[in-house]
Structures are given as C-alpha cells and as structure tokens.
C-alpha cells in the first residue's frame, strides 16, 4: 500500500491533533529511517530527541526481545528486578537518591509538583503554596505539567489551570527573586529549554536559582527530559552549571523509545509515601529493562564521547551556515542539541529539507532544531548540512 493510502486512513480514526508531515515511516537502521515505499532518510530529529542509540541496535533490541518472553508487567504492588537496576543507574547518573518511574515526561513533571506541594504542606500545613516556573517553557500537556508551561498559546483553551503558578524569565535571576513570597516552594526549570527554542541557561543563573531555593527552604526542580541523557555532551545538562537539583525529571531518550520518564529526588525531597502516588504501569519490568540496557550502552559504546566530538563538528558546520546566509540570525545549543533561529518562520526550509530526505524539527521563536541520534558520524552531519544549505538557496 502507498503512503497516501495510509495516511488517508490514518486521517479517518486518528484525532487530528497533529499536523503530520505526510511520511509513513516503516522501519529504521543505525540513523536512517526508511518509509513505507522504501525511501530512505537521515534522521536528524530522533524522535523528538529520543531515539538516543539509533535505530536498529542490536544489543539494545535483543535486551527488550529477552525481557519480553520473560515478564512484562506486574504493577508496583511488588518487586521486579529491572526496576530495581534501572533505578540504581539512574541514581548513580544523577547524584540523586531516590526514583520514581513514569510512563512518559509529563508524568515526571506532575510527580515533581505533588512533591514540591507535600513538601510544603509538610512544613507549615498550609494549602496556598506558588511554584515559580518559566517564560518560554515546555513541561508537558497534562493538567499540572501544562500550568508551568510558559507558554500561553498551549494553555488557553484548557483553563482553569493549577493554581499558584508564576512565570518569571529565564536567566534572568532578579525576575524568579521578584516573585519569591513565603508562599513559594519550588522553581522548576530546563537547564537547556528545547521546545522554546533551545536557550541555554547561563550557568550563573542555575547557581543562583540554587541559592534562592537553599536560602528560602525551596525545591529546585530541574526538567532534563529533552536536554538530559547524554544529549548536551554532559550526562545531564545541569552538570556543566555543578548545580544538582532536589528534584530531576527525566524521560525522552531513558527508554530509546520506550515509554519510560522518572523523577529523582534526593533525601530532603523523598516526601512522598504510601498512598501519595502511583501508576498501574510506570517501571514495568519491560521499561525498566530498556533503561537499564539504555546506561549499559552508554558506557559500552562511548556515547558522551561521540556527542562531544559530534556536537563540536555540527557546531563548527552551523556556524559556516549562519555566517553564509542571512537569514541565519543566532545558533545555539550544547553537544547534540543545537538550534539555528532563523529571521522567520523556518516551517519551508524544514519542508524542503526533508524533501531531500533528511528529517529535521523547528522549535518555538523560528528555530529549526537538530536533535539527532547520540550515534551520528561526521559523514552524517556532512549529509544533513548538504540538505539544508541546498534548500536555503532554494528558499531564498
Ligand atoms: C517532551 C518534554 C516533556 C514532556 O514529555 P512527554 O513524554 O511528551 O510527556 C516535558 N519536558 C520537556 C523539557 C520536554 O522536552
């Protein structure tokens, strides 16, 4: 059956929620994608910055094909082994101590609020408390992840939102310090923000937003979901600041494509108990094995190091473009996740772009963003920067 067909079906039973690129994707190897005709793509958005190992890899395959003919659900009513080890490593990655298994980002993002509420409620018994989050942010799209999104086009058809949120600007330390009261409990924020546009946080505001949340007995809640995982050349993104959190989130590239998110908290944040939260799913055996195997590869197969040497290569290759076209107004980004702004609306170059068979995304505030597999070689940045100056003079 041809692409059209599919997706004229597709368009029958599928909420239209998405204005989908009209590709029907088939099956994947290494950092290629192939359609259902058989054409070929260099992906260069891994999913929404998930697919962290490539495609295809079969260690990691073979790791989830073993959990799967041994268990692959059992509820959190007991113990299962997986669980137990994708926990240590993500303790052990984090510098945090204790882990709560998700199904997907904006879970996390609604188990770190619940914990900065009881944490709270715990001090003073009080039911008002505010969270500061960010201008600019994206945190998910449940109820409680959408209220710290900063980003009102997302949330005004669904209010009313949770209550006792307020947006402060990112790196910016006197707007977040403008909005502290006693009712204040938690600052939540990405140390690279993705979906906004890829910003960067300067590392003096991290520390900063350390010291407010140390001084005035706050959570610090980092959302390393899209940035995290080896994506910006460090673990998680927050390190190249030295701040931790009390409360990471993490999800996107922890399963490589299995639905797994987590919040990890330390001691002082460890507030929630029996009865406070749950999931039927989150942390089944299947998930858990993924991670796991996700933590294995990353040693075996040097990922830090090939983000680092790559993103390095894809900076200096970006650079050479926004020097030569106009249109090319800012690039930033860290390791693999980098984001040229463009002087408009970048949604026809990325259109042209993946014409020529190369998968790129656009992001907030006329950005395109390059997110590609953690595995990706020289040749491949080569590939994708051939596509994308090719359209621009197309575009231009
Ligand atoms: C994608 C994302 C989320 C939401 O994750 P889902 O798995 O889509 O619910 C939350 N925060 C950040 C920073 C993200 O990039």
């Known amino acids: 059956m041809k692409s059209k067909e599919y997706i004229d079906r597709g368009e029958q039973v599928l909420l239209h929620t998405y204005n989908r690129t009209p590709i029907v994707f088939d099956h994947g190897e290494g950092v290629y994608l192939y359609d259902v005709e058989g054409k070929k793509y260099l992906d260069f958005a891994a999913g929404i910055a998930v697919f962290g190992l490539g495609y295809h890899n079969e260690k990691f395959d073979n790791a989830v094909k073993a959990q799967v003919d041994k ?93 006792g949120i307020k947006f402060a600007d990112y790196n910016d330390l006197d707007s977040v310090k403008a909005l502290i009261n006693e009712k204040t409990c938690a600052i939540i924020l990405e140390p690279i923000q993705g979906e906004g546009g890829i910003y960067p946080a300067d590392p003096k505001f991290l520390k900063g937003v350390r010291a407010l949340c140390d001084e005035h007995d706050m959570l610090l809640i980092f959302d390393e979901i899209q940035c995290g995982m080896g994506r910006s050349g460090k673990m998680f993104a927050s390190e190249y600041a030295g701040v931790k959190p009390d409360v990471m989130t993490v999800a996107k590239a922890l399963g490589n494509g299995l639905p797994i998110g987590a919040f990890v908290t330390n ?83 990325a259109k042209a772009v993946i014409s020529r068979g190369v998968i790129l995304i656009t992001a907030e505030n006329n950005v395109i963003r390059f997110v590609p597999p953690l595995v990706i070689k020289k040749e491949h940045v080569d590939e994708m920067i051939k596509a994308l100056e090719e359209s621009l003079d197309e575009v231009k």
């Not at 090939?306 to 473009?321: F, K, Q, S």
């Not at 390791?335 to 040229?340: A, C, E, R, S, Y």
């Open 267 to 349: 001691e002082k944040a460890a507030v929630l108990v029996p009865g406070d939260h749950g999931s039927t799913y989150g942390g089944n055996p299947l998930v858990c094995a993924a991670a796991s195997k996700v933590f294995d590869l990353f040693e075996e197969e040097h990922i830090l190091e090939n983000v680092n040497e790559m993103g390095t290569y894809l900076w200096e290759r970006l650079e050479e473009v926004k020097a030569n076209y106009s249109m090319v107004k800012d690039h930033r980004g860290k390791g693999l996740i980098q984001g040229l702004e463009f002087t408009e609306n970048p949604a026809a170059i």
């Open 71 to 163: 268990l692959v659900h059992t509820s959190n009513l007991y113990y299962n082994v997986p669980a137990i080890e994708a926990a240590e490593k993500l303790v052990k990655a984090t510098g945090l101590n204790r882990v709560f298994f998700t199904n997907s980002g904006t879970e996390a993002i609604e188990g770190a609020i619940k914990t900065a509420r009881k944490y709270a409620i715990k001090k003073d018994g009080k039911t008002d408390h505010e969270i500061i989050a960010m201008n600019h942010s994206f945190h998910g799209r449940s109820m409680g992840a959408l209220s710290v999104t900063g980003n009102p086009h997302y949330q005004e058809d669904f209010r009313p939102l949770i209550g």
